[in-house]
């Protein structure tokens, strides 16, 4: 049973093309996240959700936003991909803070930029 | 600042251990486990929660030691299935900002 899904599993655009990779959970879990993940490096942190609360890493471009219209969903857009924002985006979720719960993470979308 | 693993890649026999080491500038209140296989996403292995604390399961376990900001995760009798790359992760202070380490690279041979 998929707890963490996320769609589509390969995504193209073009560059400049706006983007939105989406993520849902069936856990019911408080906390959403999404990573960036380039080859041969960890994930990083984007941004994530604490029930509605949003909270943005100081290093996230502008160009990255994140809507989360209801506990299941959440949703990543890209305004104007570069070719730099080539990536796998992982979704996460984890019940409350990531102090003391671990994180859950959908299988990822392949984003290509051309 | 992202915690530091090392080593950065080992290369194990089957049958043989490893220990892969997570050091932390910043105070560490807590330690994840992930391992991730080429293509996958990341799967948890294991959260340690406080300083001291041991945890294993199978032929898996890590250590926390809080004073030292370290952790370290010990695989004992390896098996192929245990090759992937091994994420320490941690929270920063409160609000959910959390970071993975550097990573290690560990492949198990028959």
């Known amino acids: 049973d998929a707890m963490v899904i996320q769609n589509p599993r390969y995504q193209v655009t073009q560059f400049g093309k706006p983007v939105t990779l989406s993520c849902s959970q069936t856990?019911?879990?408080?906390?959403m996240y999404w990573y960036q993940q380039k080859s041969s490096q960890a994930p990083k942190l984007l941004f994530h959700y604490y029930d509605k609360d949003f909270n943005n890493e100081a290093d996230t471009p502008d160009n990255f936003q994140s809507r989360r219209p209801n506990t299941s969903f959440c949703f990543l857009d890209i305004r104007s991909p570069g070719l730099g924002d080539a990536a796998m985006y992982l979704c996460a979720t984890s019940r409350d803070h990531a102090r003391s719960y671990e994180q859950y993470f959908g299988p990822g979308t392949r984003l290509t930029v051309t | 600042q992202q915690p530091v693993q090392s080593p950065q890649a080992v290369i194990l026999r089957e049958g043989e251990d490893a220990v892969i080491n997570c050091s932390s500038s910043?105070?560490?209140?807590?330690v994840h486990w992930y391992r991730q296989k080429h293509g996958e996403a990341p799967v948890f292995l294991m959260i340690l929660l406080k300083g001291g604390e041991q945890k294993g399961h199978d032929k898996i376990s890590a250590s926390f030691n809080e004073k030292k900001q370290q952790s370290s995760l010990y695989l004992t009798a390896s098996q192929l299935s245990y090759s992937g790359t091994y994420f320490c992760g941690t929270e920063r202070n409160t609000g959910n900002q959390f970071y993975f380490g550097t990573g290690t690279s560990l492949t198990v041979i028959p």
């Open positions: 856990l019911n879990h408080n906390v």
């Open positions: 910043k105070a560490l209140y807590s």
